[in-house]
């Protein structure tokens, strides 16, 4: 289990990380999200030891942690250009104490999985950009770590390469690793992550499991297919606002109990085809929470 205690730190006037808690046990992924300057990276430092809290602790089953446990892909990616595939990760097996053969068909296998264009015996410097991060990847995944920390690894990748990149972490934290990762797509965050944490100017604005945060907004919207009487609708006690769709209706409510008066109305003739109340997408809620002060709620 990794924790983090009330890590705070500064550089200088700037509040970079306020105390910040969280702890992640084995096979579980942690979503690490905010604008650019809102700690992440500041957060991944602190957790592989380059830069030191100012206060707080970091905490390895409850222990001071060591970075060895840990494996990282920056977002500045870190692979030697002059270098072939090959030879790049024959060093880091070898930085790990795998045998060469074994990192051999290990690499063969990755490449395959992840559908490198090019052979092993290519310089890094010959890959397109998402063939080098591939490349980044496999560095990452191929040695099982427990911890695995990846800085927007999805950038600059296409929705196919996106999708091979969720299936291998699914599978680390099958293998039981203990992922954290940070990105702005908020898609993947829900198809990722057990645990978010939202910072903003280093402050934690959010945190918990998608359905906790989920429920601190509730079923505030409500999609319906089949009916379009706005002005029947807008009349209703709680409906904050209609929109009219080209098959139905959208609307956004003040509180989660309206939802039986509407769908009431709605039905009294007979059937609709769809209603569905529901929360706010994450990229709803993301939104929110940023420009807070310019919403009245969701």
């Known amino acids: 289990m990794i924790e983090l205690q009330h890590v705070s730190k500064r550089f200088g006037n700037f509040n970079a990380v306020s105390d910040l808690s969280f702890s ?3 096979g579980q992924i942690l979503s690490l999200i905010g604008q ?3 700690g992440k990276s500041t957060t991944f430092h602190m957790i592989l030891d380059f830069i030191k809290p100012d ?3 970091i905490l390895w089953s409850g222990k001071p942690l060591t970075p060895d446990a840990i494996t990282d892909m920056p977002e500045e990616r870190g692979l030697y250009p002059k ?3 090959k030879s790049q990760l024959l060093y880091f097996a070898a930085l790990h104490g795998m045998k060469k053969a074994e990192a051999i068909i290990l690499l063969d296998d990755w490449m395959k999985r992840f559908n490198v264009v090019g052979k092993s015996t290519d310089k890094i410097e010959s890959l397109s950009k998402g063939n080098a991060q591939k490349v980044q ?3 990452c995944l191929m040695f099982k770590p427990q911890l695995l920390i990846l800085d927007e690894p999805f950038s600059g990748l296409d929705p196919v390469n996106s999708e091979l990149l969720i299936k291998a972490i699914l599978a680390a934290k099958q293998q039981g690793t203990m992922v954290i990762f940070s990105t702005h797509n908020m ?8 645990y978010i944490v939202m910072l903003k100017h280093g402050q934690t604005v959010l945190k918990g499991t998608p359905t906790e945060i989920y429920r601190q907004f509730g079923r505030l919207r409500l999609d319906i297919e089949g009916y379009q009487n706005v002005e029947r609708l807008k009349r209703i006690q709680g409906v904050r606002n209609v929109t009219l769709m080209a098959n139905g209706v959208h609307l956004e409510l003040n509180n989660e109990q309206c939802g039986r008066v509407i769908f009431a109305e709605v039905t009294k003739n007979g059937y609709v ?3 569905n109340q529901h929360y706010p997408d994450l990229e709803a809620i993301f ?3 940023v420009h807070k002060k310019a919403y009245a709620r969701l």
């Open 24 to 26: 992640l046990h084995g």
């Open 36 to 38: 650019n300057g809102a």
């Open 55 to 57: 206060s707080g602790k």
């Open 83 to 85: 270098e072939t595939i």
């Open 137 to 139: 990847l496999i560095a």
């Open 187 to 194: 898609d993947n965050v829900q198809k990722l992550s057990d």
């Open 273 to 275: 085809p769809v209603f």
């Open 287 to 289: 939104k929110y929470e």
